[in-house]
Structure formats: structure tokens, C-alpha cells
């Protein structure tokens, strides 16, 4: 037990130094002039400067071939802590408040209001929690590929190159390449989970990058949570918004993805550019409206630290504040050419100038992300090329974020659009116009001095992804059209919040109403509500059953650590990704490349004519007896073989070429003499 | 209140450190070959010479193994290895006139049997 307990706190010591110091010292050299943030805001936005720091730090010490060691990243956050600590104390205005006016009013929740919060975040936990329970012995595909990466830098203290060797049969004999980039990969998927295991000393086969991912999910519950406060802050619903979405991410539709089924797949590219993109668009949000060059200037360190993370997000990202930009002028062309000033005023300052130059020099000089360098951008553009970058069916998004939220979402919408063509005085029916404003009179609609951002940003937001995720041809965008609708579970979440609150906020305006009027709409909201409730808590439980196999995954383990010992480097391995458990952990126990072991892939992948040029992964496994099969042993040299005991064994018994070495209930190995 | 701040984040530091326990100790335990109490495996000490000495180890219940070694189904040796949980134990083999024979190594355990092999 005291191995456990002293490697757990090793574990939190490591979490906090990695994913709150450095960003805390930061955001307190960024609050030089003025304070910005209540207390909430700055510990969200301190995670996420934190992991934006230590991909910064980690990259300057591979580019100076400074060894990446547990002492060398220790020193390099001390000392970049310290320089923040030393601007900040050093040039910190004596004007500055300590609270900042957030903290006052803003941030400042009565007692039901803070009750209803902790009761939301322990649901939250405890949901997540209880799924992660079945998933925690790491098996996941995706966490596997990528903890790879993550082992390859704890292992050898530099930056990875992404590359890997593949399959030729185009040749004759057929043959293994040399090493191929791969741009599958971004460099801050993998170096925050590096930064950790070198710190605590805990391996990647370990509970530690679920349990981050963890973190990261909840991180991303406040974000939302603070940018819905900033989204709707002269509203004066603000808080009932923002506690609203913490209801809808948080307790209910928490497992679906991309919350618990993402954290337990590994998915983390998405889990992180979830976190990243809501502070990105929460800083753009408040540069614009508070005309500030300094949250521009963030807003653009969180862009950097998107486009350093997933290539995805940043896309996303990309077409979301383009469209900002452009819904924001549109819609205030009378002030059009007013704001453009300002924010080139803004964009053309100090602050944001140095820092624009210091994200380009360090692109060109340090690291340049993979997906440039490999111009893997010109890939997902034009038309879909791969089977579900389609387009999903208009049913299909409804599901992918949840019905009762879409619905909901459609209401706010209608709101929305509602009081902004009020506002302009677009509706042309008075009477529609006056119950309107009667109704949602709370909505303070805001003068034509400042744009409507409470608006523009969450449905620009949803209109992205809603676009690029169901009529993905209308832009030539060629991604997957279901990892993209899994984005819009944000936007539509805070439409869902915005409507709900809003809508059980007509009761105050309507207390003229007859109160039969008033119980007749009462009952259906309620039961409207009831059906959102049972829903979410529904897709919950459907989601919450796991086959459980951490067996499965301990054979697979056990089997690869014991072949690990047995395997000369002369030796090739064969594994399987369709019958075995946990496969591509498999090759974090040899260390010898991406795709060692080399392994059958799921079978669509050698029909689709994209993904897999051979067949010799295929054959090796399914037909090790034909004469193609026993040709793409011999030619590559591959002498072992790791496969499920229960379907793929017979075809390597009745083969008398192979011996069987190795045997456990799920997993044997069998090895293939004068291979060469 | 005015330091709701404070308590939310409190109070999700705390959640968070309470559930990072509770899943690394479930993992510790589920990853334990030993947790299931039905696992065992065995193999061969040198896979890739022609040395048939092989070992049991065992993460299950039973502690009562046994062996028999077959020379293309013929059965040459047999034996009984006593394995606690968490042990393993190697078994060293000298059989002659192997050549050309499938030599074939079934173990058994009280509700379940393995085997490996060597094509000689």
C-alpha cells in the first residue's frame, strides 16, 4: 500500500507542476497592468496557459538538444516560473487591485446558487467516475498510439519524429520501408502526458493518462462555465446560464461523447481541443467586447496552443472566428468601419505584435507542427475521400449531441434570432415585436455601440460545425463529419442553457397572464423538462456499460512483457488489432517503432483502398498457410506471432511451420524457425 | 457569498482528488495478474532453440499443476508441479530422439489445460 500512496502523491505533485504552475505564473505576468480575472477565471485559465507552457518549454529543450529529463523540465518550469514571479512583482501596476470587480459581482454566487454548483460538479465527478471505473486498465486504441509518442520522449528525452515503417509489396521480394513521416500526429497531444510520467515517475501503462484526461473533461466543464458568464454577462440571467450548461455538460450526457467515452478512449486530441477552443473563444470574446490588447494577445497564445495540439480543433477554430468576424461586421455595418479600427488597433499593439512574432519565429526556428511540414493541410481539403467524411444525416447530428439538447438549442436559436431582428427593427409584425420584448425583456438588448456578441459567438460557433459536420461539400472540407459533430455539443449545451433559462424566466414577465395560461405552459415546460432530465440521464446508463476486460488486457500484457525479454532485434513480431485486447499497448513494451508490431488492421481498411496498401499484415494473420501468405513471412522476416487464442490459433496449429511458445487463456505467441 | 470562487474551486480540487484515488487504486488492483484469481500461462524458456524446458506461471486459485509431454502423440514424460499464486516454476525437459517429431507439452491445471509445442 505505501508504494501506491507515495507513487499517487508523486502523481499529484507532478499534475500541479505541470498543469498549474507554470500557466499561474503566467497569467500573473499577463495581469501586469490590470486585473482581468475573479478567482475561478484564473484558475481555469491557468490550467490552460500551464499546458500551452510546458509544450513551449519541452519544444525550446529538444530544439537545444537539452535532454528532456525530469530534472531538466523541473528546472525549466522553476525558471520560467520565477521569470513570470520576477516581471510580475517587478512591473505589476500599484493601481492594480488585488479582487477584481468579476469577483464582486459577476463571480459572485448567492448560497442556493454555489449549493446547486457543487452539487452539479460532484455529479459531475461521480458519473465520470463510475464509467472510468471499467476503463481504467489502459486498453483503449487510440491512448495506446498516442502513449506511445509519450513514452518514445520519456525514453529518450527529445522530441519525437513522427515516422513509420510500413509494408512494401510492390517490390519483390516485398520489404519493410524506411521510416515514412506520419502526420496523424500534433506534438501537444503527447508532451503534456511526457511532462508527467517524467515528473512522478509513473509509467504510461498506467492509470495517470486516463485519470488526466480526467482532469482535463472537468477543466473544460468550467471553461464553459466562465465563458457563459462572460458570453451573457449583461444579461441578467448570466448565472442561471452558465449554471444551466453546467447542468447540461455536466450530470446528464456525461458519458456519451466527447466527455467519459472520449476520456476513457483516449481520444485527446479532441478532450484537450475542447478545453482550449471555449478559452479561445472566450478571450477573443472579451478582447473584442472590452477592446483590450492584452486578452487579444492571449486569445492568441490559446490559438497557438491549439494549432500545437489538434489540427482538427484549430480548423474548427479557424472557420469559427472567421465567421465571428465576419457576422460581427455584417450585422453592424454602420459601425463596420469604427470596429475595424479598433480592432487593428488592437491587433497592431505591443503586446500582440511581440507575441505574433514570437509564435512565428518559434514555428519557423523551433518546431514546426507535423501537419505543415508534411503538407498534410492540402489532405482535408476538396471533396471526401474516406467513407463518413461524408456528411452526417441531419438525424444523425441530432443524435450526436443529444435530442433534447438540439431541441432546446433550436428554441434558443429562435430567440436569438428573434431578438436580434427586433433589435434591428427587422420585425415587421409590431404586436409580434412588443410580446416578444414583453417575454424576454431580460434579454437586455444591447445599442448599436456594441455588437451583440452574446449572439453572435455561440451561433457562429454552432453554425461551423453544424456545417462542417452535415454539408461538409458546401465548404470542400474532407474531415470526419462524426468527430466533427461531436464539437457541437458545446455550442448547442450553452444554446440549451440560454433557452432553458430563458424560457422559465417568462414566468416573471408574464405575471399579468391568466393563471390558467400561466399552469397550462408551466405543465408542458415541466414535463419538457422532466423528458430533457430522464434523456440525459437515459443516454447516461446506455452509455455506461462497458465489457469489462481488464483480464484481457493483463493477458495481452503479460504476453508482450514476456516476448519484450525473448525478441533479439533481428526479430520481427506480427500482432492482431481485431480479435486481441489492448494491441497497441503492444508496442510500448519494445519501443521499436510505430507500427512494431507490424498487425492485422480491421479488414474495411484493406478494402477502402486508402488506408492500407498490402495485404501481407492481412494474410500473415487469416491465411498464414497460403503460398502468399508463407511468401510475406519469408520475405519480411517476420518469426513471431502474437494472436487470440480463441479465433485466430487454429490456422497457425495446423501449420507446420510455426511452433506454439507461449500460452495463457485469451493470448498465445507462436514463433516460425528459419524465418530468413 | 463572497467566496464562492474559493469553494467551487475547493471543491472540485477535492472531487477530482478523491476520484484520481479511487480509479489508480482500481486499476492497481484490476492490473494485478493476480486479481482475478483464474489466470495462469506457460511457456517456453527459450522459444527459439530446440530446449523443451518450459515454465508454469500462475496467478490462480489452484496451485496443483500437471504435465505430460507428447513425441508426436506418444507420451514420453509426465509430472506434477506444485505453483503458488504469484510463483512461477521452471521445469527442465531432456528428452532424445526428437528429431522430425512434433513434441508437444499439455499441462493441466484442476479446470483448464495448455499446451506449446516444438516442431523438432
Known amino acids: ?676 | 457569498m463572497k467566496n464562492s470562487s474559493n469553494i467551487i474551486i475547493a471543491s472540485l480540487v477535492a472531487l477530482f482528488v478523491l476520484s484520481a484515488a479511487f480509479l489508480a487504486y482500481t486499476e492497481t488492483k484490476q492490473s494485478n495478474p493476480d486479481y482475478s484469481r483464474n489466470l495462469w500461462m506457460t511457456y517456453f524458456n527459450d522459444p527459439k532453440s530446440q530446449d523443451l524446458s518450459f515454465t508454469i506461471e500462475n496467478h490462480s486459485a489452484s496451485s496443483s499443476f500437471r504435465w505430460e509431454v507428447f513425441a508426436d502423440k506418444v507420451s514420453v514424460a509426465k509430472g506434477d508441479a506444485n505453483v503458488k499464486l504469484d510463483e512461477k516454476k521452471s521445469i527442465s525437459l531432456s528428452i532424445n530422439d526428437t528429431a522430425g517429431k512434433k513434441i508437444l507439452i499439455k499441462i493441466t491445471a484442476e479446470n483448464s489445460s495448455k499446451e506449446i509445442y516444438k516442431n523438432l
Not at chain 1, 117 to 135: E, G, M, N, P
Open chain 1, 1 to 676: 500500500m505505501f508504494p501506491f500512496i507515495t507513487q499517487l502523491i508523486a502523481f499529484y505533485v507532478a499534475l500541479a507542476l505541470v498543469l498549474l504552475v507554470p500557466g499561474y505564473f503566467l497569467l500573473k505576468a499577463i495581469e501586469l497592468k490590470k486585473t482581468y480575472f475573479s478567482k475561478l477565471e484564473f484558475f481555469v485559465v491557468s490550467f490552460g496557459l500551464s499546458i500551452f507552457s510546458v509544450d513551449i518549454l519541452m519544444l525550446l529543450l529538444g530544439a537545444l538538444k537539452i535532454p528532456i529529463t525530469r530534472w531538466s523540465l523541473v528546472l525549466a518550469i522553476a525558471i520560467f516560473s520565477v521569470a513570470c514571479f520576477g516581471i510580475s512583482h517587478k512591473f505589476k501596476s500599484t493601481k492594480n487591485k488585488k479582487e477584481s470587480d468579476a469577483d464582486k459581482q459577476l463571480f459572485s454566487f448567492g448560497k442556493n446558487q454555489t449549493t446547486l454548483i457543487l452539487l452539479l460538479l460532484l455529479l459531475s465527478v461521480f458519473i465520470r467516475t463510475a464509467y472510468l471505473q471499467s476503463t481504467i486498465v489502459p486498453s483503449a486504441t487510440d491512448l495506446g498510439h498516442h502513449m506511445f509518442w509519450s513514452n518514445m520522449i520519456v525514453q529518450n528525452g527529445i522530441i519525437p519524429n513522427y515516422q513509420q515503417q510500413n509494408v512494401i509489396t510492390t517490390t519483390n521480394p516485398y520489404s519493410i520501408s524506411a521510416p515514412i513521416n506520419i502526420s496523424d500526429f500534433i506534438i501537444g497531444e503527447h508532451l503534456v502526458f511526457a511532462a508527467i510520467s517524467l515528473i512522478s515517475g509513473i509509467s504510461v501503462i498506467s492509470y495517470f493518462p486516463i485519470v488526466t484526461l480526467l482532469l482535463i473533461n472537468l477543466m473544460t466543464l468550467l471553461a464553459i462555465f466562465i465563458f457563459v458568464l462572460r458570453l451573457f454577462e449583461n444579461d441578467g440571467q448570466a448565472k442561471n446560464i452558465a449554471a444551466a450548461s453546467l447542468f447540461i455538460l455536466g450530470p446528464i450526457f456525461a458519458i456519451a461523447p466527447p466527455q467519459a467515452k472520449f476520456i476513457g478512449g483516449g481520444v485527446i486530441g479532441n478532450i484537450i481541443g475542447n478545453l482550449l477552443l471555449p478559452l479561445t473563444l472566450y478571450f477573443f470574446l472579451r478582447a473584442m467586447r472590452e477592446k483590450d490588447k492584452v486578452l487579444l494577445m492571449t486569445a492568441i497564445i490559446f490559438s497557438m496552443s491549439l494549432f500545437y495540439t489538434h489540427h482538427l480543433t484549430g480548423f474548427l477554430f479557424l472557420f469559427t472566428i472567421i465567421l465571428i468576424i465576419f457576422s460581427t461586421l455584417i450585422s453592424n455595418l454602420r459601425s463596420a468601419r469604427l470596429l475595424l479600427g479598433e480592432w487593428m488597433r488592437m491587433f497592431f499593439s505591443l503586446p500582440v505584435v511581440t507575441f505574433s512574432a514570437f509564435a512565428a519565429i518559434f514555428a519557423l526556428t523551433v518546431y514546426t507542427p507535423t501537419y505543415i511540414t508534411n503538407k498534410a493541410v492540402s489532405t482535408v481539403v476538396g471533396s471526401a475521400s474516406k467513407s463518413g467524411h461524408g456528411g452526417l444525416s441531419l438525424t444523425d447530428f441530432k443524435f450526436t449531441v443529444g435530442e433534447p439538447r438540439m431541441m432546446l438549442a433550436i428554441v434558443a436559436i429562435l430567440i436569438m434570432l428573434a431578438i436580434f431582428f427586433s433589435k434591428k427593427g427587422l420585425v415587421i409584425l409590431s404586436s409580434v415585436k412588443q410580446g416578444f420584448r414583453k417575454y424576454f425583456s431580460s434579454a437586455n438588448i444591447q445599442g448599436l455601440s456594441q455588437p451583440a456578441y452574446h449572439l453572435i459567438f455561440p451561433l457562429s460557433w454552432l453554425a461551423v460545425l453544424f456545417i462542417i459536420s452535415v454539408y461538409p461539400s458546401i465548404i470542400r472540407i474532407d474531415i470526419p463529419s462524426g468527430r466533427v459533430g461531436n464539437y457541437a455539443t458545446y455550442p448547442v449545451a450553452i444554446l440549451a442553457a440560454y433557452a432553458l433559462i430563458k424560457v422559465l424566466a417568462i414566468k416573471r414577465a408574464d405575471d399579468d397572464a391568466s393563471p390558467i395560461k400561466y399552469r397550462f405552459f408551466f405543465s408542458v415546460f415541466a414535463l419538457l423538462f422532466a423528458y430533457f432530465v430522464a434523456s440525459g440521464f437515459y443516454d447516461n446508463g446506455q452509455n455506461m456499460y462497458v465489457a469489462a476486460t481488464p483480464q484481457k488486457t493483463v493477458e495481452t500484457f503479460r504476453a508482450a512483457d514476456w516476448l519484450s525479454g525473448k525478441l533479439s532485434t533481428s526479430d520481427i513480431l506480427m500482432s492482431d488489432h481485431i480479435n486481441m485486447t489492448a494491441d497497441t499497448w503492444v508496442k510500448i513494451f519494445f519501443m521499436r517503432g510505430y507500427n512494431f508490431p507490424f498487425y492485422r488492421a480491421n479488414l474495411d481498411r484493406y478494402d477502402n483502398g486508402i488506408d492500407r496498401q498490402e495485404k501481407c499484415t492481412l494474410n500473415m494473420i487469416s491465411t498464414p498457410s497460403t503460398a502468399e501468405g508463407a511468401k510475406c513471412f519469408i520475405d519480411l522476416g517476420v518469426n513471431f506471432v502474437m494472436v487470440n487464442k480463441k479465433t485466430d490459433s487454429a490456422q497457425f496449429q495446423k501449420n507446420f511451420s510455426f511452433w506454439q511458445v507461449y500460452s495463457s487463456d485469451d493470448i498465445e505467441a507462436y514463433y516460425r524457425p528459419n524465418s530468413n
